[in-house]
């Protein structure tokens, strides 16, 4: 029993050092949806929440496995939509850096405002 | 290959996925692509899940499973799709909650399920744990979604003691887990419920509402360790897995928050931030003289003008007045102004979240620029015009060290020429905070609604 332990700890260790390593460089502007992204991804509970309901004996472990599953539903499906309704807004744009283009887009502006 | 050895398979490809998501999300080329590998590889986990096998027998209940998810669906998507873009930091904080109340049941009626099997202590410790985390995650959002919706004030909510009274409420709860693990009783469990529940409460109730985000994100990546916990009791390294990552970079994530905010975490949650307002905003506040002007004042300063930087605020979509204010950039720059919008790391009510609410009123990307290049661009700016943001341009940050937002990164509008600074009234901002800004002698005050100013300066521009 203790050996399996030790495997969930190894891959708790690592996930802890991966979890740091892959978001240590990321711009301010999208700390929000990195923040809601994530806030989605643990949303996984809801496969805990299904294996818990999917073996209740007592009426007791059926009531709180089904609202287990409900709670997580709302975590991981609101999660996913929030975020993507956030990025929907980082959607490549026609470049203006350069002044020569500028005149350009905005004429491009000017139509659809 | 077993069915079993498939299915672990599956969620090995569904972790993966998840890695893959959160590298996405650190970079806006990728972002919204890795949301949807995320979503894919939520989708295949819970779809293996179904096949999956619990004591040996395939799965029970599944139409009540279904049941369940429908419910979820039919709640959260309409939520999610139509809630207003102001309100996102609630909308995430109330999603975190529920993974957080989720985290718990498992663990809960997990411990139900094995109780009369003698679950070894370590075992116990994990279901002691998965609950008390989830269970402050899951308070501890409730209130903060009450804070951010103006359910309750915003203000840090404090009384006499409450640092000792929340360190006695944090001693119980470990002392009920010490308890439980060597009585092995399951009626103290529900003792740790309630213990969790006040203390997740009593933990957020005294930090102030411009702080929310910050708290959001830890509590965020609470959710996520609750989660492991979770996993570490089922035995699913793929529980183990999204929990901690969530966890560690929910860490990770708070703290640069907070290094954004000029201000340590420990700052953040135990200082009840803005509680008093400082000195300085006594009773001689009001009578001190300011300069208001007319939108026709501004519109002609504006006419004389050659760069424009605007700095944006909360206040402004508040105001829904993003598009106005797209509207007057356009219209200044077909004179030949140059405008720029200057955003402060944590304007609006997360980092990032003006760049969204911009974004969505279809400010070019380009034309936003971040605090540092924005210091600089103001030194040459003729006019700094201020809409709905308060605490990011205070003065008080960079020259009154009693002032409680002392040390935080502000962008120096009055570096500009001329200030104009927008405002609903006198009222101090988010933190709480008067401002010395707007007794400058290069400030001008517009008072009134954001939207019906600035459109009339659109208009007074377009006339002249």
């Known amino acids: ?113 | 290959m077993s069915r079993g050895t498939l299915i672990d398979l599956l969620y090995l490809v569904a972790a993966l996925t998840f890695i893959l998501a959160l590298k996405g999300l650190g970079s806006p080329k990728r972002a919204r692509m890795g949301n949807v590998i995320a979503a894919a590889g939520m989708l295949l986990a819970v779809v293996a899940t179904f096949f999956n096998r619990v004591d040996g027998h395939p799965l029970h209940h599944v139409l009540l499973i279904l049941l369940g998810m429908a419910v979820g669906l039919v709640v959260a998507v309409p939520t999610a799709r139509f809630v207003q873009m102001t309100a996102m930091p609630q909308l995430v904080a109330i999603f975190n909650g529920v993974g957080g109340g989720a985290a718990c049941l498992v663990s809960l009626t997990e411990f139900i399920h094995i109780k009369s099997t003698k679950p070894a202590t370590y075992v116990v410790l994990e279901v002691l744990l998965g609950v008390l985390i989830g269970t402050v995650s899951f308070s501890g959002s409730a209130i903060a979604f009450a804070k951010l919706q103006e359910l309750m004030t915003g203000r840090p909510i404090t009384y006499a003691g409450q640092q000792f009274i929340n360190a006695l409420v944090g001693l119980a709860a470990l002392a009920v887990i010490v308890i439980t693990l060597v009585t092995s009783s399951t009626a103290l469990l529900w003792v740790l419920l309630v213990v969790a529940f006040v203390l997740g409460i009593a933990f957020v109730l005294p930090i102030g509402g411009a702080d929310v985000p910050v708290l959001i994100s830890l509590l965020n990546s609470f959710t996520g360790l609750a989660v492991a916990a979770s996993g570490f009791t089922l035995g699913s390294n793929l529980l183990i897995v999204a929990g901690t990552l969530v966890g560690a970079s929910g860490t990770l994530l708070t703290m640069l928050m907070s290094k954004a905010m000029g201000r340590s975490l420990p700052n953040i949650l135990f200082s009840a931030f803005g509680s008093v307002v400082t000195a300085g905003t006594g009773a001689g506040a009001e009578q001190r003289s300011v300069r208001s002007g007319s939108p026709e004042d501004v519109a002609v300063m504006l006419g004389f003008a050659s760069r424009v930087v605007f700095i944006p605020g909360y206040g402004l979509a508040v105001a829904q007045a993003q598009n106005v204010l797209r509207e007057l950039a356009e219209n200044l720059e077909k004179k030949g102004v140059e405008v720029f919008y200057a955003i402060h790391p944590v304007a609006g009510r997360m980092p990032g979240h003006m760049n969204v609410l911009l974004a969505e009123a279809n400010v070019p990307y380009d034309d936003l620029i971040e605090m540092d290049e924005a210091n600089s661009e103001l030194t040459t700016a003729d006019v700094a015009i201020v809409v709905g943001a308060n605490d990011t341009v205070n003065p008080a940050a960079t020259d009154d060290p009693a002032s409680p937002i002392y040390g935080m990164p502000i962008i120096h509008a009055d570096a500009a020429e001329n200030v104009i600074f927008m405002k609903r009234s006198m009222r101090p901002g988010f933190a709480g905070i008067d401002n010395e800004l707007l007794y400058n002698p290069k400030t001008t005050l517009v008072f009134g609604d954001a939207k019906d100013t600035l459109t009339k300066i659109v208009a007074a521009v377009k006339a002249s």
């Open chain 1, 1 to 113: 029993m203790t050996n399996v332990l030790l495997q969930y700890a190894t891959v708790f260790v690592l996930s802890v050092f991966v979890g740091i390593e892959i978001i240590s460089k990321v711009p301010s502007i999208l700390h929000t949806p990195l923040m809601s992204g994530s806030n989605a991804i643990h949303g996984v509970i809801l496969v805990g929440s299904m294996l818990i309901l999917g073996a209740a004996n007592t009426n007791a472990e059926e009531v709180l496995g089904f609202l287990a599953v409900i709670l997580a539903t709302l975590n991981v499906v609101g999660g996913f939509v929030v975020t993507d309704r956030m990025l929907e807004m980082f959607k490549p744009r026609t470049p203006r850096a350069k002044p020569g283009a500028k005149a350009d887009a905005d004429g491009a502006k000017g139509a659809d405002s």
